[in-house]
Structure formats: structure tokens, C-alpha cells
């Protein structure tokens, strides 16, 4: 791997210690994935959640800031493993309140900006056009990858701080352009296309479509035809979600939306092989899809969750609306995740309120995966979720069991304490 | 003991390590809710090696599923628990194992030139795994 000044510079500790020991990383790494050379790095978004990094990794954080390291690029977060502004609503282990603030001080002093957000994409870190990223969260990185056109791998939560300290990344994988080309297509039936989304549906809808065009792919990227012109955010938000839960790598080349797939032809790199693995997605495979998702067929539900990935401020909109004047039912908790940027915004227009008068709670910062759940819920408790990515990632043994479902019958579910689902079953 | 067969491959996390193989044909990730930090017990949803522990293994699987978060978890596994396997071999190292055990120094290793590497290696054989040379050196469990 070619190294230019700047990296040997900072490779031989002339910027210091945290530099030093970053580059030492990002060298190995380039030269075990057969990279040619290091290029700059232009974002950065880590993790910060004790439940998942562990005491590990919280002396790992401390430790670079004792050696002095800042990002040199924009850094932002993801969620934590706690609700700061709710601290009475859920049961923390000991312990977790002060390691958590201690990540928090970290950063503070590494100069991560504190969004504690798992869509950095919609906020305050939108990469452009060919940018290279050290990013965690796979959904996130989808989007960014998928959607805008910038260049990230699903990044490990290791080598994304070190190279923001160093500024430098080595270039693989999705970060090369002759990477970035179709490996296997799949194909949506126009009926199918028509009938997704809508009110009350697109997060369970396009978390299902995302999980089937993964699943199908794996570890290829595939290409994707048949999806409307147009996309909303949220939908787009919803198919990106598979990335990591099914997809291992982070790039979707979705003609009509990604940049570099205006035509299908253009998304295989300038001719469809003849060979291609194809995947015909219909109606069946989304029914099979839902029925996958849920791992009980138990109707009375203890908890209702929605916001994986986290809602935008349109989608606690719709939550508010789909509530109306009813109430949560007794014994059913109804929780909905977003960030504490559009909370503040949720906040402004009345929506958290109304959520509250309704007996459901807007939390800000995190969600059943950074939480501690097996702490906070037994695998008798059933949840019902509107997200594949939230219901693949928590499963488990010793874990609660899953209804999956539409926002509306998640909705319903909390209202009535049953869940009774009315799409795709 | 077995006969002993030697396999080749792309070195990743330069060392050398061996001890009982636990293979599976199938994704894993490190996450704390994936593969516990204390005991490296895997609690993945059907997953072949649900209820099994990795720990002081050479663990053999497809490649990292599910989330980013799995760097730090595996970080705390090695730096406090002790709880990481004594080497991997993938098929194909996604660039978060690549991380973990870069960052860690458990030696990996990938693309076994002889097949896929759960073809070529059980459950119980003794593996020694050496990536400075990219070499895998299995003794079949007799």
C-alpha cells in the first residue's frame, strides 16, 4: 500500500501518540484488505452505547483522549444505551448512568458531536457525492452509500474512531469505485409496488422489502429495479434498514434513486450479465416476509415499539395522528424512539404531549438494542415492532418474542393490548 | 490422533494460535447481544451455535452479520473477559472482523485456497493457525 507524506508523517508519532497508534491500525488493516493506497477521510460516526462496547470499551475512548486525540473530521454518534431525559421510566443496572456520561465526556473531549443519533444521514452529518466515511451503523451508512453516493463500509466500531483521529482511511471495499457495481439483480412486481407503503405502513413494508432484497444478496451488492420514482425519505430510510441485519455489505444500487445507477445497465458497470442471479419479489415473498417476522402468534402484547431506525419528525407525526384521542391500554407500554434534535422539534409542535396524554412515551437517544433489555424484559414478554432491523438484531435466546406488524396495527396493539394484524398476513 | 492436513490462505490479523475447532457454515457477529462478553456464548435467533461458547477456540464461520458495534464488544471480550476465541477463519473477513482481531492481535485468517473452510475443518479438530505464513495446519479428530 502506497503511503503518501502526510501518513508517514503521521505514522512515525509527528502529530502524536493517538495519531501514531491510529495510523499503526489503519496501515494493517489497509495492507490485510489489499488496499493501494490511504485517502482522506471526510466523516465520521461512531458508537457510543455502553450496553454493546462494555467496560472495553469505554477504557478504549479514555484512552485516546489521554493520548491526546481530536476528530479531524465531522464526528457524530449514535444512540446511547439510555433515556438522560427519562431516567424514571425504565429499570438501568447499576452502574450503567455514570459509564454511560463518562462515553459522553469522552467525546466531548475528542470533539464528537453529541446527536446520540442512529440517522446521521437526515441530520447533522449529510455526506456528499463520492465522500469517504468511517461510519458505524450499517442503515445509516446504507443510506449514505445507497442514496447520496458517498463511499462507506460498514465500518467496526474500532477502525471508524481511529481513522477520524488520523483523517485518513485506507481504500477497499465500497470505498473503490470498482466495487461499487451490481452483482445480482432483483426485480419488484409493479403490483407488489403499488400496494407498499402508504399511511401507517411504509417503515414494516420497506424494512421487509429491504430484508428480502438482503437476504437474496447477502454479501453482493445488489441492484434494484421496479421501485417508484420519487421515494420518500422514509422509505428510503426503511430499505436501508437491512443493511447489516441481512445485507453484510452497505451498498443497494437502486435504479431511479442512486446516483450511480440511473439506468440498470449503467448500475452493472455498463451491460446486465446474461448469467445474473435474479430475484422476482411479489406479493408471497412479502407475506413470507411478515410471517417470518413474528415468533409468536400470541395476540396479547406487553410492550409496542416503533422508531428503528429512529423516526424523523414526520413519522411522530403520524404516530400522533394514528393515536388520536385513545388511550394505551393498562399493562402495555407504548414506546417510540427518535433522537433529541427532533424531540426538541416534537417538543415545539405539541407532539410529545399529545403522545404522553395518550399514555405512550417519545424517548430520546436510544432503543431496545442499546438499551439493556434483557435487564428490562424476559422472554416471556411479547413485543410488537413495525421494524425487521429492530425484531432481527434483539431476538435471542433468553430475549422477548416478536409480533411484527404495520405502524397502524402496532398502534392498535397498544391501544387494545392485542395485536391483530391486518396486512400482509 | 487424526491425519494432518495443511491449508492456505490470506492472512489478516498477523500471529500464531491453535486450540479445539467450533465451526459453522453460517454468519456471526460479536455484538454483547450476539455472543455474551463473559462466557462468549452465542444467543443468536436459530443461529447452528446458539447456546455454544466461542471462548479459547479457533472459531471457523462465513463472515460478520448484523451490527458495527461489534469491534468494541469484541474489544471488551478480549481486554476484560478473556472471552474471544483463539483464532478465526472465515470464508471471506468483513472488514469488522478484520478490525477486531487486527486491533487485538487474535490471529485470522480467510479464503482458504483448498474450499470452504467448514468443508475442510470439524467440530473438535485441533487447528493451528498460523497468519504470519497464511498457513492452517488441521489435525482431524480421531
Known amino acids: 500500500m502506497r503511503l503518501g507524506d502526510i501518513d508517514k508523517r503521521r505514522l512515525d508519532g509527528e502529530e502524536g501518540p493517538a495519531v501514531r497508534h491510529a495510523m499503526e491500525h489503519l496501515v494493517k488493516m489497509g495492507e490485510a484488505f489489499e ?10 460516526h461512531l458508537l457510543s452505547d455502553y450496553r454493546t462496547m462494555g467496560e472495553g470499551g469505554l477504557q478504549f475512548y479514555e484512552q485516546l483522549v489521554e493520548w491526546g486525540g481530536a476528530m479531524l473530521v465531522p464526528t457524530t454518534c449514535d444512540p446511547m444505551s439510555m433515556d438522560l431525559k427519562n431516567m424514571d421510566k425504565f429499570d438501568w443496572p447499576e452502574g450503567y448512568p455514570e459509564r454511560q456520561t463518562r462515553i459522553s465526556d469522552a467525546f466531548r473531549e475528542l470533539g464528537v458531536a453529541l446527536t446520540f443519533s442512529c440517522t446521521p444521514h437526515l441530520g447533522h452529518n449529510v455526506p456528499k457525492f463520492g465522500e469517504n466515511l468511517a461510519w458505524v451503523e450499517g442503515n445509516a451508512t446504507g443510506y449514505a452509500n445507497s442514496v447520496l453516493g458517498a463511499r462507506g463500509n460498514r465500518e467496526d466500531s474500532i477502525t471508524a474512531p481511529l481513522a477520524g483521529i488520523a483523517g485518513r482511511t485506507p481504500k477497499f471495499g465500497l470505498l473503490d469505485p470498482r466495487n461499487r457495481v451490481g452483482e445480482c439483480l432483483v426485480e419488484i412486481d409493479p403490483n407488489l409496488m403499488e400496494r407498499l407503503g402508504g399511511d401507517g405502513r411504509r417503515c414494516a413494508d420497506f424494512e421487509a422489502l429491504g430484508m428480502i432484497i438482503g437476504d437474496f444478496a447477502y454479501d453482493r451488492v445488489p441492484v434494484v ?3 417508484r420514482p420519487n421515494m420518500e425519505t422514509e422509505e428510503l430510510k426503511a430499505i436501508c434498514a ?9 451498498l443497494m444500487l437502486l435504479v431511479g434513486v442512486s446516483p450511480e445507477a440511473n439506468t440498470v445497465e449503467e448500475a452493472f458497470g455498463g451491460e446486465v450479465p446474461r448469467d445474473v442471479d435474479r430475484l422476482w419479489v411479489d406479493a408471497d415473498a412479502m407475506r413470507r416476509a411478515y ?42 407500554k407504548f414506546i417510540i424512539h427518535t433522537d433529541r434534535v427532533t424531540h426538541v422539534l416534537a417538543e415545539h409542535m405539541g407532539l410529545t404531549d399529545r403522545i404522553a396524554r395518550a399514555g405512550a412515551l417519545l424517548t430520546t437517544d436510544t432503543c431496545e438494542y442499546c438499551m439493556p433489555i434483557e435487564h428490562m424484559y424476559g422472554p416471556d414478554t411479547v413485543i410488537a415492532a413495525d421494524s425487521m432491523k429492530m425484531r432481527r438484531l434483539v431476538a435471542g435466546e433468553g430475549k422477548p418474542t416478536w409480533r411484527y406488524g404495520t405502524l397502524t396495527d402496532c398502534v392498535n396493539a397498544a ?4 395485536f391483530r394484524p391486518t396486512h400482509w398476513n | 490422533m487424526g491425519e494432518t492436513i495443511t491449508l492456505h490462505g490470506r492472512p489478516i490479523s498477523r500471529g500464531v494460535a491453535e486450540g479445539e475447532a467450533i465451526v459453522t457454515d453460517k454468519a456471526l457477529s460479536f455484538i454483547a447481544a450476539a455472543i455474551t462478553n463473559d462466557e462468549g456464548i452465542v444467543r443468536m435467533d436459530g443461529h447452528p451455535l446458539q447456546g455454544r461458547s466461542v471462548m479459547g477456540k479457533v472459531l471457523v464461520y462465513d463472515t460478520d452479520i448484523y451490527s458495527t458495534g461489534a469491534g468494541l464488544s469484541f474489544y471488551t471480550k478480549w481486554k476484560i473477559d478473556k472471552s474471544t476465541p483463539r483464532a478465526i477463519i472465515c470464508r471471506e473477513m468483513h472488514n469488522i472482523g478484520g478490525g477486531f482481531t487486527i486491533y487485538t492481535g487474535v490471529p485470522s485468517i480467510d479464503r482458504i485456497r483448498e474450499g470452504l473452510p467448514w468443508d475442510l475443518i470439524g467440530d473438535g479438530d485441533w487447528v493451528r493457525v498460523d497468519s504470519e505464513r497464511g498457513i492452517v495446519e488441521v489435525t482431524k479428530r480421531s
Open chain 1, 35 to 44: 488496499a493501494e493506497e490511504m485517502v482522506d477521510l471526510h466523516s465520521c
Open chain 1, 225 to 227: 429495479v421496479g421501485l
Open chain 1, 242 to 250: 437491512a443493511c447489516s441485519p441481512a445485507l453484510i455489505g452497505t
Open chain 1, 291 to 332: 410471517e417470518q417476522l413474528s415468533n409468536t402468534a400470541k395476540e396479547d402484547v406487553d410492550v409496542v415499539m416503533s422508531g428503528c431506525p429512529f423516526k424523523t419528525i414526520y413519522e411522530i407525526q403520524e404516530v400522533a395522528e394514528l393515536l388520536g384521542d385513545n388511550t394505551v391500554e393498562d399493562g402495555v
Open chain 1, 415 to 418: 391501544i387494545t393490548g392485542k
